[in-house]
């Protein structure tokens, strides 16, 4: 059974910051592409930030030099460190996990920046 499970969202003021955790299990993890998508009340989900296996990273641009996404394949965990946060970055927050032929996703995190 996959799963997915996220932690470390939470309310935090504009200009702090979080740090999200993605723990696997059920997949071949060190293989799979991991990623953090978001999705804020009405809006599409969203790419935030995603990792390949071997590393290689990539962002959506009003992110980029305020996140950072990283993995432990000794963990089966994915990361993302959030700093100088925005209101606008207001939003759940999913992980996901995908290789050629699945995709999963976790049941997501809520992350809150007053202002």
């Known amino acids: 059974q996959v799963q997915l499970v996220e932690s470390g969202g939470g309310l935090v003021q504009a200009g702090g910051s979080l740090r999200l955790s993605c723990a696997a299990s059920?997949?071949?993890?060190?293989?799979?592409?991991m990623g953090w998508y978001r999705q804020a009340p009405g809006k599409q989900r969203e790419l935030v930030a995603t990792?390949?296996?071997?590393?290689?990273?990539n962002y959506r641009d009003s992110v980029k030099g305020r996140f950072t996404i990283s993995r432990d394949n000794a963990k089966n965990t994915v990361y993302l460190q959030m700093n100088s946060l925005k209101p606008e970055d207001t939003a759940v927050y999913y992980c996901?996990?995908?290789?050629?032929?699945?995709?999963?996703w976790g049941q997501g995190t809520q992350v809150s920046v007053s202002s």
């Open positions: 996901n996990s995908r290789n050629f032929n699945s995709v999963y």
């Open positions: 059920g997949i071949r993890f060190s293989i799979n592409t």
């Open positions: 990792i390949t296996s071997g590393g290689y990273t």
